[in-house]
T-cell receptor
């Protein structure tokens, strides 16, 4: 069975601090996708990144960066120089690939609430 | 429309009543998913549509829950004889095809009194 664990439930930082959100996953599939979504106070889930299991390159997008390590089944997310607007709940998710016969439904972690204080 | 839309945004109902929740996916998106977000259970998958068919209904919690999709577009999630444990935010997502990124709607907050 697939499982996503976000061990941190809540983090509070001061603006301009760097913060890393941990994500550990479990799957028996060899082909899968990993995601991060952001849920601001408004409630709508916003897509941030998708990574497939064959691509372990780290990715940077502005202040956001992601570190994918298959050896430790982790897909961690770092926000550099955090801002108040980064305050949200962040979800890590996993989906099986169609090639495994699945629907690519997302399996989510419990989410991590980030509060960035001015 | 530009994004996934859902209606109503809020629904309050009495225990035992039936409710219908609607999802309008992004135009052209063939895949549609329903999820539920509750405090106790987090974000859970309910059902997946490809076109008008539902090849994966594995997340529906009981036979009181059903969903349909017509014209490869709008989907309706129906909950019969609602119970208090059905209270949650019901989220709809659509994607261009299987394997593409899922984009979420704003959700319907259901409260069962």
């Amino acid at each position: 069975a697939q499982k996503v664990t976000q061990a941190q439930t809540e983090i509070s930082v001061v603006e301009k601090e760097d913060v890393t959100l941990d994500c550990v996953y479990e799957t028996r599939d060899t082909t899968y996708y990993l995601f991060w979504y952001k849920q601001p106070p408004s409630g709508e889930l916003v897509f941030l990144i998708r990574r497939n299991s064959f691509d372990e390159q780290n990715e940077i997008s502005g202040r956001y960066s992601w570190n994918f390590q298959k050896s430790t089944s982790s897909f961690n997310f770092t926000i550099t120089a955090s801002q108040v607007v980064d305050s949200a709940v962040y979800f890590c998710a996993l989906s099986e690939s169609l090639t495994q016969g699945g629907s690519e439904k997302l399996v989510f972690g419990k989410g991590m609430k980030l509060t960035v204080n001015p | 429309g530009a994004g996934v839309s859902q209606s109503p945004s809020n629904k309050v109902t009495e225990k035992g009543k039936d409710v219908e929740l609607r999802c309008d996916p992004i135009s052209g998106h063939t895949a549609l998913y329903w999820y539920r977000q509750s405090l106790g259970q987090g974000l859970e998958f309910l059902i997946y549509f490809q076109g008008n068919s539902a090849p994966d209904k594995s997340g529906l919690p009981s036979d009181r829950f059903s969903a349909e999709r017509t014209g490869g577009s709008v989907s309706t999630l129906t909950i019969q004889r609602t119970q208090q444990e059905d209270s949650a935010v019901y989220l709809c997502a659509s994607s261009f095809s299987q394997g593409a990124i899922q984009f979420f709607g704003p959700g319907t907050r259901l409260t069962v009194l």
